[in-house]
């Protein structure tokens, strides 16, 4: 069977983007997008030669994003492929032209719902009337796209939630895919970890002031960003706020972040109401806990036996966090390690593969 993966951008490869890639490789499948960092993916592991550009797209939105809609709803490859994976946003329009298919849901766009009101507190007092038409002319059209989706699998209760809520639509859950086989526990050195993008949204300045408190200790952030105006203002001011004990790096190789999560202290994680997030499945692979905040997919993955979620999370909550954290490494260093690696396994790769071929061949058999 022929099938073919939509996501909007592999320009930047976060966990989305990892999830279609493993889904590509796994599959046999090609990837459909605008623009591509092949270089970057080569590095992850990952071969590009199954990946396909539909055209380049501006770096600043939104016509970053408009233009990738309207190529992805021209788009009809249906006498090419047998089946269709939509696992982007606003890839979601090539859901007219391309069946059978599913939608494999990250999000509903989230600066058109959940982060309407956070994306507008951010942008200058000129643009607020502009973003607020943008914003009304395309939910109308999102919903009325969602309408000729056949399929809806959302990656978490969180995304299952926003589905329902802002697009009324039901859903199915699969959870993401960690290959837990390839992630190592080792001694921890004297360092914690943090793996996110550098976006508002994902707080990273929470975890900043509160190393900036805590001289003794190290974070350690990988974080990559787009080249987008948005983007790289709020890098800039991360960078500025950096204490001298926080270490940025803006990439890393596959192997190395491996090395990175075998060997640090614990997970740190501030995003604003995650989707699902792959990060501390990625750190409770390497036998390592997590400090999030108690909300989104933090609440699906994360227990007591694997970390500590902190209600209405702020830099002194992580200070007490992480100090609860050193203190019961200090008495047992493997404290937390069976339960993670087992809280981890869950989400392995095998197990998400087998669910969604299931998935593939219910729709294709209730076609014929």
Not at 136 to 147: E, G, M, Y
Not at 208 to 217: G, H, I, T, Y
């Amino acid at each position: 069977m022929k099938i073919a993966i939509f996501h909007n951008f592999l320009d930047n490869i976060g966990g989305a983007e990892l999830v279609d890639l493993i889904m590509a490789r796994e599959l046999n499948a090609d990837i459909y997008t605008t623009n591509i960092d092949r270089e970057k993916i080569r590095k992850m592991g990952f071969s590009t030669e199954n990946i396909h550009s539909i055209g380049k797209v501006p770096i600043n939105a939104p016509f970053r994003h408009e233009i990738a809609y309207w190529k992805f709803r021209n788009l009809n490859l249906k006498n090419k492929y047998d089946f269709f994976i939509i696992a982007g946003d606003w890839a979601m329009s090539a859901a007219v032209h391309n069946k059978p298919h599913f939608w494999y849901v990250f999000s509903p766009t989230r600066e058109l719902w959940d982060l309407y009101k956070y994306t507008r507190e951010k942008i200058e007092f000129w643009q607020k009337p502009i973003f607020d038409i943008w914003v009304f002319l395309r939910r109308i059209i999102n919903k009325h796209d969602s309408k000729k989706v056949e399929k809806i699998i959302a990656i978490s209760k969180n995304v299952n939630k926003r589905v329902k809520k802002y697009l009324n639509k039901e859903s199915i859950i699969i959870h993401p895919p960690v290959e837990t086989s390839k992630y190592k526990s080792k001694k921890s050195e004297n360092y914690w970890l943090s793996v996110n993008r550098l976006i508002d949204h994902k707080r990273i300045d929470l975890q900043l002031k509160a190393f900036s408190k805590l001289p003794d200790e190290k974070l350690i952030i990988v974080g990559c960003y787009e080249k987008s105006g948005h983007f790289k203002k709020y890098a800039d001011y991360i960078h500025k706020l950096k204490p001298k004990n926080v270490e940025i790096k803006s990439w890393v190789s596959n192997k190395k972040l491996v090395e990175l999560y075998s060997k640090c202290k614990g997970l740190i994680t501030t995003s604003y109401n995650e989707d699902f997030g792959l990060t501390p499945i990625e750190a409770m692979a390497s036998g390592k806990p997590v400090i999030a905040p108690d909300e989104g997919g933090y609440k699906e993955t994360i227990n007591k036996q694997t970390g500590i979620l902190i209600n209405n999370i702020n830099p002194n909550k992580i200070i007490k966090a992480i100090k609860k954290i050193n203190k019961i490494l200090k008495k047992n260093p493997d404290k937390f390690k069976k339960a993670c690696l087992k809280q981890a396994e869950k989400f392995d790769t095998r197990i998400f593969i087998k669910k969604i071929k299931k998935q593939i061949k219910e729709i294709k058999n209730a076609e014929t």
